[in-house]
């Protein structure tokens, strides 16, 4: 995530459950969190970016993960149950499906091998298709 001192614009996750590389962006927002997150935390380069409370030398699992998100949506207001790890997941594929059509690329961003996978996963039914399909002149 940290090269030469600065915060990537792009990062690389090996997919737990499919062992698949998927990258993804980091914002401009999140990239100064990260800096300010890694300043605040001291520490070396060669650790875990976001290091497990039980020790340095492992790396945040899902489960504590999951634990902040819901300390944070209830400090800001929202009800924790209805936002989770997953739905923040989906949040900014959906959206960007929903902006432009392309499922190829949401299947790409997903780490989806299969497109189906995907059709599945963002719901789009006949409906999605013919409504895109209506809105495109030639």
Do not use: C
């Not at 614009?9 to 800096?35: D, G, L």
């Not at 997150?37 to 875990?48: D, K, S, T």
């Not at 998100?69 to 739905?87: F, M």
């Not at 961003?109 to 996963?121: A, E, F």
Request: glycine share 8%; hydrophobic share 40%; aromatic share 8%.
């Amino acid at each position: 995530m940290v090269t030469s001192g600065q915060v990537r614009h792009r990062a690389m996750v090996v997919q737990q459950k499919t062992r698949r590389p998927v990258q993804f962006e980091i914002t401009e927002t999140t990239r100064e969190s990260v800096r300010a997150w890694l300043e605040h935390r001291g520490g070396g380069l060669n650790e875990y970016v976001f290091p497990s409370r039980l020790s340095a030398k492992a790396y945040l699992s899902t489960r504590q993960y999951a634990r902040l998100l819901d300390q944070w949506v209830q400090a800001i207001g929202l009800i924790p149950g209805e936002y989770g790890t997953h739905s923040l997941r989906r949040t900014k594929v959906a959206m960007i499906y929903k902006r432009t059509g392309n499922i190829r690329a949401v299947q790409i961003l997903l780490g989806h091998s299969k497109l189906d996978s995907t059709v599945r996963y963002l719901g789009v039914d006949v409906e999605d298709a013919l409504a895109l399909s209506e809105a495109t002149d030639l």
